[in-house]
């Protein structure tokens, strides 16, 4: 089949677009899928890079991206939920831009109804993200003021849309061009993080979803909590100490896979609840710069790569 894999960690260069990879056999309690659509993440450039190495070693040659969008094609031994025909969408570490994937029933569910493959893979790691950090972490509810980093990008997107249908008060960051789109979906203040220090204008959130990363940002965020309030990072190490120092909390999340909030979420999807913000679907053939803009950290929502064309 083919695939876009690497060889070696390293930049952009080491990725191999033209790859003949051996179809993926599905072990107890994993499915194979024929996939529609890889969605692109900024962890599928920092594994190939190597940065998360240490958490994460790869089998290489590996392939990339972490969720998809498709159709079972196959069951592994033990597998009764699914059936071979079903469209789904979901989480895999084996990797996804490929014209096959297995995943494990746990990180698998029903795609969306009202969403066509392969747009469907524009949804799993982004939006389990904001909702596991803003619900499972922080245990966000009405009434509470939330602010969100990088609010115009793939997590960022759904954490608003997640944060207003829990009834939140939704402070976001990004840069004007973006402004509009926040507010469309439901962005109670927008702040320009390039004119403006967001920590001398935003006070007493009870949560802030921390995705740009760094110490001197990490301070800032936290400078901006109320006292019990709780910094979630899902970018850099959660400063405990200096959180617990001011009366405030900080937790990091890595996303887990979790096939019945995937259904939740899928219901939220078909519900109008939320709704995904696609950048673009891109043909096979442009997954490298797909790769490429992603690492550059401006894509709007999300970008999604189409392996069928
Ligand atoms: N721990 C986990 O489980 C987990 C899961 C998912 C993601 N993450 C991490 O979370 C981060 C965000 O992920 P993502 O998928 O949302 O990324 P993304 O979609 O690539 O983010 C792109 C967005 O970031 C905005 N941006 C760039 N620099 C910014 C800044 N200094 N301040 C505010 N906004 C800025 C851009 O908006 P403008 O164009 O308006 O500048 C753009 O829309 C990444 O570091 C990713 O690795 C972690």
Redesign the pocket.
Known sequence: MKALRFHQYGGPEVLRFDEDAPVPEPGDGQVQVKVSGAGV???DW?LRQGYLEGFFPLELPATVAWEFSGTISKLGPGVTQFAVGDEVYGHSHYGTTAEYTVASVEGVALKPFSMDLPDAAAIP??C??AY??LFDVANLHAGQRVFI?????????YAIQLAKWAGAYVIG??????HHLLKELGCDEVID??TTAYETVVKDVDVVLE???GDE?MAKSLSILKPGGILV???SPEPTEAAEAQGKRAA?????QNSAQLTIIANLVQDLKIRPVIDAVVPYREAIDAQNE??A???????VVDVRR
């Open positions: 993440n900024p962890v920092k790691l982004a389990s993200t596991q950090a980093q990088a609010a115009a990008g793939g997590v960022g997107t960051t990004a840069s004007a061009k973006n993080y390039r995705s740009v990363g940002n990072s899902i970018s990091y999340l890595f996303m887990k992603c690492q950290g401006h894509v709007v929502g999300k970008l």
